[in-house]
């Protein structure tokens, strides 16, 4: 699986705390190991859009659109 991002996501992630920073690059490290890991819970959340969600943490979740191996 492939990781693409925008600027609106980099604007985003700098608005997160320190500590939710950490654990989304965490979860980016184990995603790219593993997406299909049982604690990132990466799912089709909308097939006709083709949006994906992937657990950060407890109360963040990271969503991207997949096209093929790729996730922007």
Known sequence: MK???LPLFWAAYGL???RT???ARKAFQLWLE???HRSLR???INAEEKTWSVRI???HRALGIREGDTVT
Do not use: A
């Open 3 to 5: 990781s693409c991002t």
């Open 57 to 59: 943490t407890r109360g």
């Open 42 to 44: 990466f799912k089709c």
């Open 16 to 18: 997160l705390d320190e």
């Open 34 to 36: 593993n997406p299909y």
């Open 21 to 23: 920073r950490r654990s």
